[in-house]
């Protein structure tokens, strides 16, 4: 992955941290890491535990940021949340998955947050 690509990611994640934060989430940890794989912000609300995948893309070219959540990812993703929910043992009622899609534009930036975007299978 390119330097440039790096940083791209980390920004998206400080934008969508911060996105987060304004609706009152509080964040819970940043990029967990287990060997099953990685999830970029782990935060709370109430009593529900929210896994967030975050792609930022300033480009169309390869698709919607959401679409670069495949189900091969999601499965990653699961794997990691089940690993972080069995050695951390969070008291929580829901959890859920969520993406926060960020198209760059210029000087303009869309977020686009999925609620619940993908499911245990």
Not at 14 to 35: E, F, G, K, P, S
Not at 56 to 74: D, I, L, M, N
Request: glycine share 4%; with cysteine; net charge positive.
């Amino acid at each position: 992955m390119t330097q440039q690509r790096l940083t791209l990611g980390r920004w998206g994640e400080q934008q969508a941290a911060d996105y987060l934060r304004r609706r009152l989430y509080r964040i819970v940890t940043c990029n967990y890491r287990c060997h099953y794989g990685e999830i970029d912000l782990i935060v709370r609300r109430g009593k529900t535990l929210a896994f967030v995948e975050v792609k930022t893309r300033k480009s169309r070219c390869y698709g919607t940021p959401q679409e670069a959540v495949t189900p091969r990812k999601q499965q990653q993703i699961i794997a990691t949340a089940q690993h972080y929910l069995t050695t951390q043992q969070p008291s929580t009622q829901t959890v859920r998955f969520d993406v926060i899609a960020i198209n760059v534009d210029g000087d303009k930036t869309q977020i686009n947050h999925i609620v619940d975007a993908f499911e245990l299978h």
